[in-house]
């Protein structure tokens, strides 16, 4: 297998790739498909990881035959280096496709001296092995849970949801210091990008502690690929069920699917709005790692981990 950069016309192939290998791991494994709506919708990845990164999506070709074996995104940033969506064609699984990819990421951030983060399904033993082999280390699981949010919304009585208000882009100092804080990584261009939302599917909501200060951010994603809440960052519990509820509301005639960590007192809360589980992921890093300081609410894109 011969390994290379994505490029503009390899988008297609990409999405396509991305749809098929997920869609036919779960249904397999799980029953159902994961991206009901096709390669198209899927494209999304191609364009949200490439306006934020471009060139970082790596791609593994079969050399006599020119076919796609698999891709995987990266997303360098100061701290860190996370890793996005990781696919192979099912014709190849099982072949080493996947570790060959890893590899180039892992020794493009050994290069730069960095940490790989990524979130890897609990239910999926070959991901999950695919990174523990590679010196991965699950440091947080998460119960991945589904609320359906009615045309008229949802009307919770929460603590602080008065504190909520929709992000501006001079939120986002605040919000990096929040989660270096919290998390030990800063992510400035992801929020800059998200706040922004020039594709117009992107909706962000922060939480105002005492005296202003910004103490949460949540975001969500309302597109036919992609249906979540996230990326989270929290000081503390206090403004989780508030975002959490602002952003379901911000979703309206949807079912999104958000993280929360296993041991977070917000789980009884949200099973009492009819939250249902649908998944179990672990935050795996490879590296150096800080403890979490607070509540971190990963997602899929922009990976986090
Ligand atoms: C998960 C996925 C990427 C793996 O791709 P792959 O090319 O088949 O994986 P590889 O052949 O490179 O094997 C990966 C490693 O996991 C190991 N492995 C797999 N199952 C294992 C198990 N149960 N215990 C221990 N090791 C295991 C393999 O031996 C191999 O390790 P090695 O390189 O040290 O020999 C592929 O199944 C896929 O695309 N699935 C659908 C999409 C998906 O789930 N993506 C991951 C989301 S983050």
Same mark, same amino acid.
């Given at each position: 297998m011969k390994l290379r950069p994505m490029t503009d016309v390899d988008w297609l192939a990409v999405a396509d790739l991305i749809c098929v290998s997920t869609n036919y791991w779960y249904q397999m494994n799980r029953g159902f498909p994961i991206f009901a709506n096709g390669p198209e919708s899927v494209r999304l990845f191609c364009e949200v990881y490439e306006a934020l990164d471009p060139g970082c999506c790596v791609l593994a070709e079969d050399e006599n035959t020119g076919m796609l074996m698999g891709s995987c995104f990266y997303h360098p940033r100061p701290t860190h280096v996370s890793l996005g969506i990781m696919n192979v064609h099912p014709n190849y699984f099982g072949r080493g496709v996947a570790r060959a990819l890893l590899t180039h990421i892992t020794d493009f951030s050994e290069a730069d001296n960095k940490p790989v983060r990524l979130v890897s399904s609990a239910m999926n033993l070959d991901s999950f092995s695919l990174y523990t082999k590679a010196g991965f280390v699950p440091r947080q699981a998460f119960q991945d849970m589904m609320i359906d949010v009615p045309d008229r919304g949802l009307d919770f009585d929460v603590v602080g949801k008065e504190r909520v208000r929709e992000a501006e882009l001079e939120d986002v100092t605040a919000i990096v210091a929040l989660e270096k804080f919290v !998390?030990?990584?800063?992510r400035t261009k992801d929020f800059e990008y998200l706040i922004q939302n020039k594709a117009g599917i992107w909706h962000t909501s922060v939480y105002e502690g005492l005296?202003?200060?910004?103490?949460g951010v949540l975001v969500s994603v309302n597109h036919p690929g992609s249906n979540m809440l996230g990326p989270g960052v929290m000081r503390?519990?206090?403004s989780v069920l508030p975002l959490i509820l602002a952003e379901l509301n911000a979703n309206i005639g949807r079912s999104p699917v958000f993280l929360v960590p296993?041991? !977070?007192?917000v789980v009884r809360a949200l099973y009492a709005w009819g939250a249902r589980n649908c998944e179990v992921h672990f935050a795996q890093i490879r590296g150096s790692f800080q403890a979490f300081n607070g509540v971190v609410m990963p997602t899929f894109m922009p990976e986090t981990g």
């Open positions: !998390s030990g990584i800063d005296g202003g200060r910004i103490d503390s519990d206090e296993v041991d !977070s007192p």
